[in-house]
């Protein structure tokens, strides 16, 4: 199976032009001869940039993902970007359920709305689950019941989507989980969730640098990576997905 790189740009860069010139760094690194053809890299910039992007990647291999979006089609929903606005900006796939955006007050059920309306506008949703550290200093045990209730959110545990494994305490803090500690989590993930087109591809995002990807994605549990931090550097992120 084709390993995913997704980079998650967050609320980053401050400029349309910053945006762009990462953009095309990041395709001149995918379109390099020697580049893992069974890589599969997808950007994640911010609405507003999305346009730029999707007219920077154009024709390439490189896809584009939102960093979230609304549940319903249309109205009058100040602020909010509707699943078939980002498709027609060129989005292919959505982060639903990132654990920033639980932060300020996303629940199971929004999660789960989500969900629905990026499968009913024919995109890949990249669902986001993980604990807090609090459960992880409780041990794995405690880690997997905690995710296990995240996936829940998936009605009759079929998903034609994507996971992210991202434990809470290990995004942005340099902390990354252990290859191996994903690598279970991944397992149990894949044992509680199935879809049509078998095996579900769950990825491994927290903390991961051109240091530790190859780590992770020598797994063969591990289908990829959420990269934040990593992927706002050009050089560093091409790095990372060198590491497949
Ligand atoms: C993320 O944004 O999902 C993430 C994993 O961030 P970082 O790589 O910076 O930990």
């Known amino acids: 199976m084709k390993k995913i790189i997704v980079g998650n740009w967050k609320m980053n860069p401050p400029s349309v032009e910053e945006a762009v010139s990462l953009a095309r760094a990041v395709a001149e690194h995918v379109k390099h001869p020697m580049f893992n053809k069974n890589v599969e890299v997808v950007l994640a910039p911010p609405f507003i940039f999305l346009y730029k992007v999707y007219e ?98 998936i009605e009759h545990k079929v998903f034609e989507g994507i996971i ?37 591809p769950v990825l491994y995002g927290g903390s991961v640098t051109s240091g530790n990807a190859g780590d992770f994605l020598n797994r063969e549990e591990i289908d990829g990576l959420l990269v934040g931090g990593g992927s706002l550097n050009a050089e560093e992120f091409g790095e990372i997905c060198r590491g497949a």
């Open 56 to 153: 920077t990647l154009y024709g390439g291999k490189v896809k584009l993902a939102g960093q979230d979006v609304f549940w319903e089609k249309a109205g009058a929903y100040t602020g909010e970007v509707s699943p078939a606005q980002l498709k027609n900006l060129g989005a292919a796939y959505v982060i639903v359920g990132h654990s920033e955006r639980r932060a300020l007050g996303e629940t199971d059920e929004i999660v789960g709305r989500k969900l629905t309306a990026v499968l009913e506008a024919g995109m890949t949703p990249i669902l986001c689950v993980g604990e807090p550290a609090d459960v992880r200093e409780r041990g794995m045990e405690a880690a997997k019941e905690f995710v296990g209730k995240q996936l829940e959110v």
């Open 164 to 200: 992210a494994y991202e434990p809470v305490w290990a995004i942005g803090t340099g902390n990354n989980a252990t290859p191996g500690d994903a690598a279970e989590m991944i397992t149990l993930i894949k044992s509680l969730v199935t879809s049509y087109r078998l095996p579900i």
